[in-house]
């Protein structure tokens, strides 16, 4: 792929609910980034726009209403964002995600190379970045790690056809915007934290869009979480269900293991259904906190 000011078509797309600092960092990795894509559109959940975005990058910022209190609608967001879109190849980044300057030259001629999905290689930033820290791709590269579970998926070089769907996550990935129209977007069923990123993948495999694992890198802006995630527990059983109506099958098995485990819920990978016993506690939430790399 030749590299330009911009790469021909390729739209960056964004969602994102309270993670303004986050975005900046976003914004400014993209921008540092050779080439860059040609735009930039943000899909605020719930939320007004971030001012003073500083782009050599055209942004487009949309708002998608979010009824108090209801799960944040991350595949419509998504789908949103791709509507939005006046590229015809998407690359979908996290919003505590920062590109490293060659992503979108990579991830781009990866996906195309495979006319499908190519997710890009996180690596994971210990501690929050300090304010003015650069954003330079050695020294993220220096004080990040790769996550266990994923450092052997990518080839050295470029992206090979995989048949691991299972693995996919929306943390960075390029597609057509044909081949996302193919796959049919992400399904909206899915509301809240949880499935809609394996159910796409599903989706994929079951439409022959081919999924390859590119080395092109991301660096994953440090955050809190919780293991387990009991601050989605309302939203993963529920989407767990929708999917396991659909494919018949579970997802997030460790996640709803570990919720049994506590005596949450009575499941086994081989139940037909969830039985929810009770919710997490306020204490049992606190105490899932987790403040490593991933």
Not at 31 to 44: F, G, M, T
Not at 69 to 84: F, I, K, T, V
Not at 240 to 257: Q, R
Request: proline share 7%.
């Amino acid at each position: 792929m030749q590299v330009t000011a911009a790469v021909d078509g390729l739209s960056l797309l964004v969602i994102v609910r309270g993670r303004e600092q986050h975005l900046r960092r976003l914004v400014e990795g993209a921008n540092r980034a050779l080439p860059r894509p040609r735009e930039i559109v943000v899909v605020h959940m719930g939320e007004g726009d971030t001012e003073d975005l500083r782009s050599r990058i055209p942004v487009r910022q949309v708002r998608l209403e979010v009824p108090g209190g209801g799960a944040l609608p991350l595949a419509r967001a998504r789908n949103l964002a791709a509507r939005q879109a006046a590229g015809n190849r998407y690359v979908f980044l996290d919003v505590d995600c920062i590109p490293a300057q060659n992503l979108f030259a990579v991830l781009a001629q990866d996906s195309a190379r495979l006319g499908g999905i190519a997710m890009a290689a996180p690596r994971y930033l210990p501690a929050p970045l300090p304010p003015g820290a650069p954003a330079d791709d050695a020294l993220l590269t220096r004080d990040s790690v790769p996550h266990p579970a994923r450092a052997g998926l990518h080839a050295a070089g470029g992206a090979l056809p995989s048949e691991r769907y299972e693995m996919f996550w929306t943390l960075g990935f390029a597609i057509g915007a044909g081949e996302f129209e193919r796959v049919g977007g992400f399904d909206e069923s899915f509301t809240g934290y949880g499935a809609e990123d394996t159910d796409f993948a599903f989706m994929a495999r079951e439409r022959g869009v081919p999924l390859g694992f590119s080395r092109a890198t991301m660096f994953h802006q440090h955050h809190g979480s919780y293991r387990p995630p009991l601050n989605h527990f309302a939203d993963i059983v529920a989407n767990a269900t929708v999917f396991h109506a659909k494919w018949g099958t579970w997802p997030m098995e460790g996640w709803l293991g570990a919720f049994a485990g506590l005596g949450l819920v009575d499941w086994s990978p081989s139940s037909p259904s969830i039985r929810v016993l009770r919710a997490p506690t306020e204490a049992e939430t606190r105490a899932a906190a987790h403040n490593g790399a991933y």
